[in-house]
Structure formats: structure tokens, C-alpha cells
């Protein structure tokens, strides 16, 4: 598959990237090696069945609301916040 | 009373954790004996080695003190005294954690990892944050906001990774033991280019809780130190099950002494050397090691016989989309709105906010992944790359338990080479992530695995065996690993020269 600059750039906006030109052709050139080493993959044959193994399981627990005692820790960390409130740019636009 | 054994009067850092620990419960030595021999250990060599992230002696100071009292009340505890060193993707309560990014830069949890918890539960001493790849991404230690680690064989080589500060530490005697976790080969991996041995458990034996996550059904938390009954002893502190995790096995755990039981071990193990990790990439030197190593095995008694895991050919490329998918998802978390790193460009709204600090805060390496991962979980590319990559999953679960019905275990080499110079494969993605190629299999399937050192190449620099056997069958895992280290004596026979390659080495005997 031959990646493109397009390709590139939708999978950095998909991230929430930016990028320079320089680093958009840099990451054109590597994702282009490593998309051509997986292309061995072409060669799996695709019958083989699904999913994980069948030894791991998900344990699930009681869905319990429990009380953090680490809010205003956490709240601390915020690189921005106002009365218990993360501060954000403006989300909506004025009318 | 004093009640020092003769032997005691000098720490020489030749000492196992499980001496260490053994004098320190008989108060035989004091705590803060051990622990100021490490600290003037770690003060000498952290620059030259940039093993450390984050370092401070009154923390220290403060958990020995506690320790001292614990002990005066009588209270028995496994790990008592014993510095440990913990990546820097394991959260540590109050204590920056940073996975070596900048977009953590200033992050301190509010909550210690489970692992930390027991180990700070058992007695031992939380000896700083280690130096590691950004977010675990990279095979060299070489991808930190932090800088690149030194490898203490050679201080112009990379120390493998990423748990490369880790392993350098252990390897430079300035910790007896660090935690490490594996993604892909993370522990293993730096552990055989470091010399010392390196442990990941099974999937699920070690709560994943409190562990920054890359790619959440292949990391697991490990041990690294420079003896098997080491990594036997820490693993009966921190394999237990945690209902906060929710891929915690709810079975019970093999107790220290089962886990190093030569006893109860079989008498004659059967054991695969796989070939497929003995093929392309391997270096001939490498290779010379293994055959060394199964010739040793069969002089012994053991069966060894090669086994194919036909599969495997195609882990490589599996294991990139499952990862890259898994923490393109994790690391969707870092958006400079909670906490970490926030930009301080002018945005006009939320999405450049997000833009920005994530474009500042992540270096390339994580980049390229996170879109990589984002690319193949995107429409029209999802069934071709991530649902194939799944079926190769199976396949190669499949492959493997169908060679446990024939063997009980599994060997092969841990890395194709030895530690390389810095920057050497910087240039080239695929280059380095082929140095994964020997133990992503069991991260695919979830199967415990060990490293052990067990040779120098022709550059005196260490070669590291691999050991992988079914899943939850550590105590078999742990015997093997056990003869071989005794038969090799590599500790011993073989120490770090602290030097780069430029330099006088000085090498035991």
C-alpha cells in the first residue's frame, strides 16, 4: 500500500496532531517502511478463526458508585481550573 | 546486643535481595546501612548512567525511618529493606511519574500502583523513578524526554529497552532490584543487554493497576535483578490478584518457596529450542550462545529438541497494529485538559487546545505510533490490518500451546543482538523494532518468560537467554532458569567495566 501525504494527514488530524511539513514527509517515509513489512501479513491465510486466547477472561465487579478521596488532588494537577472545574477554551461559539 | 554477623560488617554489593533481606529481618544490619550503600552507589554513577528520573534521598530517608519502626514492632516483612527502583510508567503516590514525556512533566499520582503498594507494604524502600522509553515506546532507551541511558558494559551502547534505566541500574549494582513493565519485550529485552535477568510473569499474575498504559492487553509488570531467586521473591510480593483490575487472575499464586522449588520441579524437563528464533536477524554470536546453552541442557540430561512455532513469522507485524491500535486509544487521555502538559500557544478553541499540547508534548516516536494505530483503526483499513492482526493472535496462541502439549518449556535467544552504539538504529523504525522479534510472542499470547544472561560477544558485551513456558507455570519457568544460572555462573564470572568502548576495560576474572 503506498501512503500517501493525504493518508498522513488524516491520521494526524484523527490523532489530534499537528505537524510541520518536514515532520509530515519524515512520517510519510516511515509509516511507508513499516506498512511494507506488514504486508507479510498478506500471506496469513485469513481462516484461521478470531479473538484472543481463551484462557484470559475480563472480571467484571459490582457497578458501586464509591467516593474518591483524591478530587482535590487530581483537581491540583489541572494545568487550568476554577471552583472544582477544569478551565477550557470557549466550546461554543456566540450567536 | 549486637547481634551483626561477622559476614555483615561490610556491604560489598555482591549480596542477593534475599541476603539483603534475610540480615536486615535478623537485624543483623541495619536498614539505613543498606540503603546509604546504594545511595552513595546510585550518586556516584546516576548522571553518567541517566538511569534516573527522579531521585531524592530525604524520601528515602523517610521510608527507612518508617521502615525501623515497623520492624521494632515486631512486624515480619518480606522485601525489609530492600532498595527497588521503579519505571517511570508505574505510578508512585506523591512521587512525579512521567512515562520520560514531556506531557507529564509535572504529574504526580494521587495514588501508588498496586505493585507499589505491596512492595511499600513488604518492607521495601522506593528508591527513585527510573528512566525508560516515552510511554515504554522504543527498544533503546533512547526515545526519553529525559535522555538516552547508558548501557554500564559499554556507555556507548543503548541499554536496550524500554525499561533501559531499569536494567542499567540493576546491571551498575545501584539497586538490587527494579520494576520494569513489558509490552513487547521491555523487560527482557534490556535485561539481556544489561547482564542481568528480567522476568514477565503471565498475563494477569501482576495487577496492571497504577501502570500508565500503552497497550493494555500486552503490558504486564516485571522484575528485574541479577538472580532468579530475586525475581522469585519479589514476584510472591506483587503477583496477587486486585479486583481494581479487571484482567487480574483470581487464582491463587505459588507461594516463594514453590515458585524456587527445585523439588517440586520435574526431574527432567522437556524443553523446544524454537526455531524461528533462531533464524534471519539472529547474529551468528548470539546464535553460538543458544546452541552452547542446549548442548549444556542435554550434557545434563534434559531433553532438547527443536520445535516450530509456524506463526511466528508473522508476530512482527501483528504485534505493531494490535499495540499502535491499543495505545492510539490510551493515549487519547494527554489532551493538556486534566492534567499534564498544556500548551501555551494561542488556540481559538478546544480542538487546537488539543492540537497543540499533544503536538508539543509527545516526541516523534509516540507520534508516529499513535497514528499508526489511528490509521489502522480507521474505516476501510480496520479488518485488513487490526482484525487480521487479532486472527494472527489466535494462530499464534495456537501454535504455542499445541508445542506445550510436546514441551515444557520453550527457549530461544532474547534479543537477535547485543547492545548496540547510540543513535545507530535511530534512523531506521524497522530496524528497531525487529530487535522485538524474539519476544513479542509472549505479550501476544500472554505466556510467562524470563531473560538470563548467558554470554559475552566478541565486544564483551552480555547475551541474554530466553525461557518461556505455559501460562501460570512460573515455578517451572523459574527452576529452569535456575540450573542454567547455576551452570553458567555469568554474575560471577562477568562484571560491567562502567566504561565506554573508547576506554580500559577491566573485566572479572
Known sequence: MLITSQMVDKAAKLAHLILTSQEQEWFQKELQSIFDYMQLLSEFPGDLGEGKSEDQETHMRADVAVRSSVIETMMGQAPQAANQMFVVPRVVDKA | MDKRAPEASKLDFQRSAEELVSLVRRRQIPVKEVVDSYKAKTKDLREKLNTHVFYDEESIDFQVKDLEKRLDLGHELVLAGLPILVKDNICTKGIPTTASSKILKDYRPPEDAFVVQKIREAGGIIFGKANCDEFAMGSSNENSFFGPVSNPWDLNCVPGGSSGGSAAAVAAAMVPISIGSDTGGSVRQPAAMCGVVGLKPTYGYVS????????SSLDQIGPIGTNVRDLALVLSVIGEHDSLDSTSNKDPRPDFKTLVGWSSAPKKLRIGLVDEFMGE??????????IECVELLKGHGYVVENVSIPNLKYSLAAYYIIAT?????NLARFDGVRYGYRSSSSVRNL????????????????????????FVLSHGYYEAYYGKANKV??????????????????????SPVTAFSKGEKRQDALSMYLLDICTIAANLTGIPSISIPCGLDHKKLPIGLQILGNR????????LAQILESELKF???FKPSLHSSQENKSFLP
Open chain 2, 325 to 329: 491500535a491499543e495505545a492510539s486509544s
Open chain 2, 472 to 479: 501460570f507455570q512460573e515455578p517451572a519457568l523459574l527452576s
Open chain 2, 491 to 493: 554474575s560471577s564470572r
Open chain 2, 208 to 215: 496492571r493497576r497504577g501502570l500508565i498504559a500503552y497497550a
Open chain 2, 351 to 374: 480542538e487546537q487546545l488539543y492540537q497543540a499540547s499533544r503536538s508539543e508534548g509527545f516526541s516523534s516516536e509516540v507520534k508516529k505510533r499513535i497514528m499508526l494505530g489511528t
Open chain 2, 281 to 290: 536477524g539472529i547474529s551468528s554470536q548470539v546464535k553460538s550462545s543458544m
Open chain 2, 393 to 414: 493472535r489466535s494462530a499464534i496462541s495456537r501454535d504455542f500451546n499445541e508445542a506445550f502439549r510436546s514441551y515444557d518449556l520453550l527457549i530461544g535467544p532474547t
